[in-house]
C-alpha cells in the first residue's frame, strides 16, 4: 500500500475527497449524507492515505473547545461526520447545514458492506477481548476481510508492540473502538506507522455489534434522543457527561448564534 507524506509531523494528510466543508461552533464538519460518506471514504481509500476519519457530537465539540490540541486533530482530519442530531440541529441554526447525522455506527457498517464488495483488508482494534473476537466473527459472517483484530487495554510500553501488529497486517482500514480523545490522539500521533489508508474512531461500536449494548430505537434516534438511551444503559458513566456537557454545548451554540446576529447587524 502507497502512503502520501502527511501535512505535518502530528496529523493525517487533509481532505482528499470529501471537498467542501461547513463550520458548526468553529470545527469543520462535511455536509454528507452517509452514502455519500462512504464514496468519499473509498476515495480516501483510493488514495492511499493515510486518512484519519472523526465524528463530532455534543460531547466532542466541548471537549475540543477545552483542548486546543483535540480541536487541531479534527481541523487536519479528513473526513469529518455530524454523529449526534445536536450537531446537525446545531448546524441549521448556524447557518452550516448538514443534509443528515451520520452516526459512527452506521458508518462502520456501511464501510464493511463496502469492504466486502471492494476486497478491502480490515483491522479491528478495541473494546473487550471477548467483544472484539466476537466484532470479528461477525464482521467476517458479512463478507469482510479481517486481517486482524486486537482489544483496546494496552499501556504506554505495550504501543508499539500494537503498532506493529496492525501494520504487519497491512489493512486498508482500521477501525478503533477506544474512547475520545485517547482514541484521536493515536490515530494523529501514529498514523504514519499503522500503514493502512483509512483510519476510523468508532467508539463504543464493537459493544453494539456484539450485543453487549443496544441501539436506541428510531424514534429516538430522529428526536436527537439517543444519549437518553445510553444513559439508561450506563448513568454512572454517562449522567456527568450528558448533565454537564449537553448544558456547556447548548450555551456554546447560543454563543455562536450571538456572534452570527451580531455579524449580520454588522453588515446592514
Request: with cysteine; proline share 5%; hydrophobic share 45%.
Amino acid at each position: 500500500m502507497q502512503t502520501t507524506s502527511s501535512r505535518n509531523g502530528n496529523a493525517p494528510a487533509g481532505p482528499a475527497g470529501p471537498g467542501r466543508q461547513v463550520t458548526v461552533c468553529g470545527l469543520p464538519v462535511h455536509p454528507l449524507t452517509l452514502e455519500e460518506s462512504v464514496a468519499a471514504a473509498e476515495a480516501l481509500i483510493a488514495d492511499g492515505g493515510p486518512h484519519q476519519h472523526v465524528v463530532l457530537n455534543a460531547a466532542k465539540i466541548v471537549q475540543a473547545h477545552d483542548d486546543p490540541e483535540l480541536a487541531r486533530i479534527i481541523r487536519s482530519c479528513s473526513l469529518v461526520n455530524a454523529d449526534g442530531q445536536s450537531v446537525v440541529w446545531a448546524g441549521r441554526l448556524l447557518e452550516s447545514p448538514l443534509p443528515e447525522r451520520v452516526a459512527g455506527i452506521d458508518f462502520m457498517q456501511a464501510l464493511w458492506r463496502s469492504a466486502a464488495r471492494n476486497a478491502y483488508r480490515v483491522y479491528l482494534l478495541g473494546a473487550e477481548a471477548k467483544v472484539v473476537q466476537e466484532t470479528a466473527r461477525i464482521a467476517a459472517g458479512q463478507g469482510v476481510k479481517v486481517v486482524g483484530y486486537r482489544d483496546g487495554y494496552w499501556d504506554d510500553s505495550a504501543e508499539a508492540r500494537v503498532v506493529a501488529a496492525v501494520r504487519e497486517a497491512r489493512p486498508d482500514i482500521l477501525f478503533l473502538a477506544v474512547p475520545s480523545p485517547r482514541k484521536e490522539y493515536f490515530l494523529a500521533r501514529r498514523h504514519k506507522d499503522l500503514g493502512c489508508a483509512l483510519m476510523v474512531g468508532v467508539g463504543g461500536s464493537f459493544d453494539v455489534v456484539a450485543g453487549l449494548r443496544s441501539r436506541a430505537p428510531r424514534w429516538m434516534q430522529r428526536a436527537g434522543l439517543e444519549w437518553l438511551h445510553r444513559l439508561a444503559q450506563e448513568p454512572r458513566r454517562m449522567f456527568l457527561r450528558y448533565a454537564v456537557g449537553n448544558t456547556r454545548f447548548v450555551a456554546l451554540t447560543a454563543s455562536y448564534w450571538a456572534r452570527l446576529l451580531t455579524g449580520r447587524r454588522g453588515d446592514a
